[in-house]
Nanobody, 125 residues
Framework: VQLQASGGGLVQAGGSLRLSCAASERTLNGVVMGWFRQVPGKEREFVAA????????SYADSVKGRFTISRDNAKSTVWLQMNSLKPEDTAVYYC???????????????????WGQGTLVTVSS
């Protein structure tokens, strides 16, 4: 699976951005799509995930209520709508895909085999 992420940019605190991640495969049943983010010197951290079959979502506590992950079956695309952005949301955001990722492991970046190239989100105060 090849992933193409886009949508990053510079936004003021309180603003919104929408990231997209387009997958090369048309059939994504059994795949979990995730968003992670990383700042220099820190570990890549989980942001959100969605199970392609059924659409079950999960979020990191730090973004719950502000970010929404969704999918478009026809376009094989996952979206991350980010609202009420804070300076601490500044990071490079990566989309990822994994097959057979169990529910209890979907926050673990090592459970994902496929990664997009990353898109930079900068939130100014």
């Amino acid at each position: 699976v090849q992933l193409q992420a886009s949508g990053g940019g510079l936004v003021q605190a309180g603003g919104s951005l929408r990231l997209s991640c387009a997958a090369s495969e048309r059939t994504l049943n059994g795949v979990v799509m995730g968003w992670f983010r990383q700042v220099p010197g820190k570990e890549r951290e989980f942001v959100a995930a969605i199970r392609w079959s059924g659409g079950t979502t999960s979020y990191a506590d730090s973004v719950k209520g502000r970010f929404t992950i969704s999918r478009d079956n026809a376009k094989s695309t996952v979206w991350l709508q980010m609202n009420s952005l804070k300076p601490e949301d500044t990071a490079v955001y990566y989309c990822a895909a994994g097959r057979g990722v169990i529910l209890s492991n979907q926050r673990n970046r090592y459970a994902y085999s496929y990664w997009g190239q990353g898109t930079l989100v900068t939130v100014s105060s």
